[in-house]
C-alpha cells in the first residue's frame, strides 16, 4: 500500500507561481504514470506524468502555465503552477494506480485571489 502527501498550497495573488509537491511513502512510485486533480466543483484532470517515458500531459485550462515534475530519488511528483488565476482556486489531490487501485493524498488548498 502506498500513502500520498500533498503540499505547498496557500493563498495567493493572482499572477503568482507555486509549487506543489506529493510524495509517497510505502512503496517505490518511481516507474507509475502519477496525475494531479483539483477540485472545486467536480474533480477535474489537470496534468499527468509518465511512469517510465515521462511523457506529460495537460488540460487545457493549464496548458502552458503548469508543469509536472518527478524525483524518483525523493518518490515526489511536482506540479508547478505560474500565472495563477482565480479559477485556479480548488483543492489539488495527485493520484497513483497501482494493482487497480487508485490512492490519493489528502489533497492541498489552493486560493488565487484576484
Known amino acids: 500500500q502506498v500513502q500520498l502527501f500533498e503540499s505547498g498550497g496557500r493563498l495567493v495573488q493572482a499572477g503568482a507561481s507555486l509549487r506543489l509537491s506529493c510524495t509517497a511513502s510505502?512503496?517505490?512510485?518511481?516507474?507509475?504514470?502519477m496525475g494531479w486533480f483539483r477540485q472545486s466543483n467536480g474533480r477535474d484532470f489537470v496534468a499527468a506524468i509518465g511512469?517510465?517515458?515521462?511523457?506529460?500531459y495537460y488540460a487545457d485550462s493549464v496548458q502552458g502555465r503548469f508543469t509536472i515534475s518527478r524525483d524518483n530519488a525523493k518518490n515526489t511528483v511536482y506540479l508547478q503552477m505560474n500565472s495563477l488565476k482565480p479559477e485556479d482556486t480548488a483543492v489539488y489531490y495527485c493520484?497513483?494506480?497501482?494493482?487497480?487501485?487508485?490512492?490519493w493524498g489528502q489533497g492541498t488548498q489552493v486560493t488565487v485571489s484576484s
Open positions: 493520484k497513483v494506480t497501482m494493482s487497480w487501485t487508485d490512492y
Open positions: 510505502g512503496r517505490s512510485v518511481s516507474n507509475r504514470p
Open positions: 511512469g517510465t517515458d515521462d511523457n506529460t
